[in-house]
């Protein structure tokens, strides 16, 4: 078999792990579609430190264990590979995603317009809190999806409280690009909803994370912003 007729770079581009080949002045020469939204919360300078640090002391590939995180990615170890001085790759390994045993009760799940129920616990945000503005960016074709109504809208509720003392709240809407949930055997689309001003309440984080935790939801909270991970069940 020839493998010189292999689009080598589509499949390394599909992959959901980020990928990026440095120059050896620290420029990217290259980076596949997950690295490309990586970049956004983090520096090329401190990638490439990483990598150099990192690197195997011969020409080859070394793997270490290594927690990072970077806004909603958490990698668990990396590969770093070079064969000559003039180019460096260093690859990020996804956390595996959350796995469960026990079983979702369907009973409670609707099907719903996510745009819709935000918009409705904005509505009534905004009757009790007139001095704080709210912006929303979401994608108005997000597509409906299985959740249980009450206890979301009491996350989103509590989300919002928690910034509330701000003159305004950032809110936006986005499918999360090569990452999944599995839940009762299945993988599913996230949805995340993040929540972002200059404070944060943080009295409200336990009850953030109690109706998390019981609905299959990832919650990551920083001084300044919430980050709510929905699982997008369709079946």
Known sequence: MNSNSIDFEYF??????????FSNNSKIVYLNSAA???MGYIQNRE????????APQDIGSK?????????????????????DEEHIAIRLYNKPVIKSDNTISQDKLILTDINTIMEANLTLFKMYNEGCDIH?????DLPSFQVDQNQLSKLIRDSLDSFKDNSYIMVHLNIVIGESIRI?????????????????DVSYDKSIKSLSESNYIVTMFEDNYIRINVPMITD
């Open 36 to 38: 490309e939204i990586l």
């Open 47 to 54: 990638l490439y430190s990483i990598a150099i640090t990192h």
């Open 136 to 140: 929303l960016l979401t994608d108005t």
């Open 12 to 21: 390394i581009d599909c992959d959901n792990s980020p990928f990026v080949i």
């Open 63 to 83: 793997t270490t264990l290594l927690d990072l995180k970077y806004g909603s990615f958490i990698f668990h170890s990396i590969t770093v590979a070079y064969k």
């Open 184 to 200: 009762n055997g299945k993988r599913y689309q996230i949805l995340q909803i993040r929540f972002q001003s200059d404070n944060r």
